[in-house]
């Protein structure tokens, strides 16, 4: 188990993360896009299910594999109501009037999702001193609960705990709630907490 | 739904007797392996989400693995009075939910289907449902009054029988 000081080091990271995402994505839709002060848990992997609700949800979600000093996997989530919200304001469409997702709407929000994951490793890179390289994104669109737990059994790495960040994105009166969920190997988790500098 | 259903997480096996709804939610590269005695109309589903133990010896969860997981279902239901020679079974999942179908490496649903049907064969039970692979998430039910299968996906918006 982690103790507060670690979690602290954690939530920073997250906190700074979000905020570059927010300026980055300010820039890509060119309105002000504010972030919430992230929210942040660490849960054991076999109880990330049932932290996540139901599991028939469905939900966008975009996968990175982490490599480098540390290894894990990046997992970007949003409800499809939020996902297909996101994706008219990238194509600057009239909100609500994308209903599904085509090869479009899945670029443009593995471009945005993919803002957001380099934010969060370029603030985890800099606070460790780690070097710390992605994978190219995956998306996919389905149920929650089918997504997680194949993310948890690919490759068949030993993955024990989940670092979930929570925060909402503001656009006017838009609100989007994004979900980070971070999940790097046993070795990695303890390498960072040993690096991080703050 | 009148009949309450009983929940198979992941890495779980349930076995239930007549009338009762087996179910899974959600599964992806995961597969759920369903055995059923129709005479007795014991069921059993187990949640697998990885093909063998091997290399996991640590790792208690029978359920988990196929290998281990087979064999355990067949154990109890044998144990409740069903006949293995009597069990037939419905598999279904093992979807490729990220990259190459083709990259097994990666696709582990097509390496845990793989790994069912074998032990299903070794073990003489007749597969009479395989709905399997694919690139989408089933939610699977099993209902064992009468040994009927149906599977949705939210995600193309169908239900079917299996």
Known sequence: MLNEQQKDALKEVGSIGAGHAATA???????????????????????MTQFMGDPENLVTALKTNILGDISGK???????????????????????STKTFNEIDEKMLTQAGNILVMAYLNALTRLTGLAILSSQPDFVFDMMGAILSTVCTEDGINIEQAVIIDADFVEESNKVKGRLIFMPVQDSLKAILDAIKI | MEKSEVTVGLAELKVV?????????????CVAVILYDSRSKIAGLAHVMLPSKNGFSEDSKEGKFADTAIEALVKEMKALGADEKRLIAKIAGGACMFGKETDTDINVGQRNVDKVREILKNKKIYLKADDTGGRY??????F???????ISSAKLGITKEF
């Not at chain 1, 972030?35 to 660490?42: K, S």
């Open chain 2, 17 to 29: 007797g007549k009338s009762e709804i087996l179910v899974a939610y959600a599964i992806g590269s």
């Open chain 1, 25 to 47: 994505l300010s820039q890509l839709v060119d309105k002000k896009v504010l972030v919430t002060v992230p929210r942040l848990e660490i849960i054991p992997i076999e109880q």
């Open chain 2, 144 to 150: 064992s009054q009468n040994g009927k299968g149906i």
């Open chain 1, 74 to 96: 990046i997992l970007f989530i949003l409800e499809r109501e939020n996902a297909l919200f996101v994706a008219d304001m990238l194509k600057g469409t009239e909100l609500g």
């Open chain 2, 137 to 142: 998430a089933r939610t699977v039910r099993f």
